[in-house]
């Protein structure tokens, strides 16, 4: 694994742009120029504003965004939940998210 990302959220419309609710367990595109290979495992810590710490977290990568992507779209990853509290953390996003992962938003990944 390669050195642990860190993803800071600091508001709702943050958040509705990285979080990919089509993906199992949850996941969050994590902008970075690292290289990564599909299927490999990270480590990242998750910074919410509305929570009071810090999560660590493992997570697959399942997206891949390059340099210079259509759209003027960060480069990143798209990382899916795997670590034992995937749910509680997909729960407590899909909480702030409420009424809002129905609108045609543009996001990091779609």
Not at 17 to 32: D, V, W
Not at 57 to 80: C, D, E, S, Y
Request: proline share 4%.
């Amino acid at each position: 694994m390669q050195d642990s990302l860190v993803l800071n959220i600091a508001n709702k419309n943050e958040l509705l742009a990285a979080y990919m609710p089509f993906i199992k367990n949850g996941g969050l595109f994590i902008p970075t120029a690292q290289n990564f290979q599909l299927g490999e495992m990270i480590n990242f810590t998750l910074n919410l504003w509305c929570l009071t710490q810090e999560t660590a977290m493992t997570g697959k990568i399942i997206w891949l965004t390059p340099q210079h992507a259509q759209g003027g779209r960060p480069a990143g990853i798209g990382v899916q939940f795997m670590h034992e509290n995937a749910k509680l953390i997909k729960d407590t996003i899909e909480k702030q998210l409420a009424g809002l992962l129905q609108t045609d938003q543009t996001t990091h990944s779609i």
